[in-house]
């Protein structure tokens, strides 16, 4: 078993930045693929930013990419998620996840622990 633990949201002004970052706990996370995901008021959950166990290789949404980077420390078993150029529309609980493989996945069905999520808001 992973235990996922997010922090750093809170609210923002629309061009501002946040950092989320996400704890983990119990097995190994190093061995994990790991990935964040949010869900907006009335929207279903949506894949946000994803890394492969190394580190060495991350994937984007198209709606954020340019502004988010995705990152983990597995020393400290420590998942991140650097948002930059924030606009209102990313508004939203903000959940990370981790699960079995190596490469980074876009589908929230890749993963099998998941935090408890973290909100951020953006004003406008």
């Known amino acids: 078993q992973v235990q996922l633990v997010e922090s750093g949201g809170g609210l923002a002004q629309a061009g501002g930045s946040l950092r989320l970052s996400c704890a983990a706990s119990?097995?190994?996370?190093?061995?994990?693929?790991a990935g964040w995901f949010r869900q907006a008021p009335g929207k279903e959950r949506e894949f946000v930013a994803s890394?492969?166990?190394?580190?060495?290789?991350?994937s984007y949404a198209d709606s954020v990419k340019g502004r988010f980077t995705i990152s983990r420390d597995n020393a400290k078993k420590t998942l991140y998620l650097q948002m930059n150029s924030l606009k209102p529309e990313d508004t939203a609980v903000y959940y990370c996840?981790?699960?079995?493989?190596?490469?980074?996945?876009?589908?929230?069905?890749?993963?099998?622990?998941w935090g408890q999520g973290s909100q951020v808001t953006v004003s406008s």
């Open positions: 996840a981790g699960g079995g493989g190596l490469v980074p996945a876009v589908r929230s069905t890749s993963y099998d622990y």
């Open positions: 119990g097995h190994t996370f190093s061995a994990y693929r």
């Open positions: 890394i492969s166990v190394s580190g060495g290789s991350t």
